[in-house]
């Protein structure tokens, strides 16, 4: 079964300072990972995904993904944080048989002091 | 160019009313998704549809929920009778029949049930 871990609640990180928010998954196959953020009151943004190739992908805002095969892990990570980062942040698995379903985690909460 | 669109915003109505959620999708979009997101649940995906066809109903939490999508640009999700622990919120997702894109999601439909 697929499945999605988003191991902590919230992550808080002064402005300036690196963030990571970390994801670990389980699929069978090689997998499709997201990251998605949400704002308040707003429905979930794309912001990045790593489908195959370099394992660490870009995406928008500056963010970025490492992807660890042997960890089946897919953190998410930003040089640099900003207090507008603040948002709530969801990792998310797709397989490449079976059904469409997108599994979604839990999401970590960000928290960027200025 | 126009993202998926939900409507109402808000909708507040009392216990053993019908409720009908609508969601308009991107055009070309192959796939719709319904999803509830609450606090202590976090998102869980309701049901999908692919071509207009539902394929996965399996998160659909009672037989008091039932979900349509009478065409490629419209899809309505319908309670009834409603009750107060349908609040939440409900988002609708678009995307298209490649499994590395993306969802879209609409910015959601907030029900509380009284």
């Known amino acids: 079964a697929q499945s999605v871990a988003q191991p902590e609640d919230q992550v808080n990180v002064a402005e300036g300072n690196p963030l990571t928010v970390k994801c670990t998954y389980s699929?069978?196959?090689?997998?499709?990972l997201f990251w998605y953020v949400q704002y308040p009151n707003r429905g979930l943004q794309f912001l990045l995904k790593y489908i195959t190739g370099d394992n660490l992908v870009k995406g928008s805002y500056g963010f970025e993904a490492e992807f660890n095969k042997s960890q089946t892990s897919f953190h998410l990570k930003k040089p640099s944080a900003l207090v507008s980062d603040s948002a709530l942040y969801f990792c998310?698995?797709?397989?490449?048989?079976?059904?469409?379903?997108?599994?979604f985690g839990a999401g970590t909460r960000l928290f960027v002091k200025a | 160019d126009a993202g998926v669109i939900q409507s109402p915003r808000h909708e507040v109505t009392e216990m053993g009313q019908e409720v009908t959620l609508r969601c308009k999708p991107i055009?070309?979009?192959?796939?719709l998704f319904w999803y509830r997101q609450t606090m202590m649940r976090g998102l869980e995906l309701l049901i999908y549809f692919n071509n207009n066809v539902p394929i996965d109903d399996s998160g659909m939490p009672e037989d008091r929920f039932s979900a349509k999508m009478p065409n490629a640009s419209f899809s309505t999700l319908k309670i009834q009778p409603s009750e107060p622990r349908d609040s939440a919120v409900y988002f609708c997702?678009?995307?298209?029949?490649?499994?590395?894109?993306?969802?879209?999601f609409g910015d959601g439909t907030r029900l509380s049930i009284l």
């Open positions: 997702a678009s995307s298209f029949s490649d499994r590395g894109r993306p969802q879209h």
């Open positions: 998310a698995v797709r397989g490449n048989t079976g059904g469409f379903k997108t599994i």
């Open positions: 699929v069978s196959g090689n997998p499709y």
């Open positions: 055009s070309g979009h192959d796939y």
